[in-house]
Nanobody
């Protein structure tokens, strides 16, 4: 059974930082592509791409987070990370991690991901 478990969401002030984690089980972690997505308040069934990382470490970022967010993975710990710096109220959302088998080129399209976590809430206040 594939499971993804996010953690690290919290309420922070503008300009603050958070590091999200996502532990993946039930998949050969080293053979997966992974991504972070978010759902903004009041916007149903629409996931915004944040970042993705391939099985060989290639990364891709949405323009809105470039220079502020960093995606990384620790294959030894089956864990995906998202370091978020200089947070703004516009980053307030539910954050989800996702995984899929390696292959293909798309890292930021949520439709190509097979497995999802339950989400962790990030709230940024001014």
């Amino acid at each position: 059974q594939v499971q993804l478990a996010e953690s690290g969401g919290d309420s922070v002030q503008v300009g603050g930082s958070l590091k999200l984690s996502c532990v993946v089980s039930g998949l050969p972690f080293g053979d997966t592509c992974l991504g972070w997505f978010r759902q903004f308040p009041g916007v149903e069934r629409e996931l915004g791409a944040i970042a993705g990382i391939s099985d060989i470490g290639t990364t891709s970022y949405a323009d809105s987070v470039k220079g502020r967010f960093t995606i990384s993975r620790d294959n030894a710990k089956n864990t995906l990370f998202l370091q978020m710096n200089n947070l703004s109220p516009e980053d307030t959302a539910m954050y989800y991690c996702a995984s899929r088998r390696s292959g293909g080129t798309s890292l930021l399209n949520p439709n190509v991901y097979s497995y999802w976590g339950q989400g962790t809430q990030v709230t940024v206040s001014s």
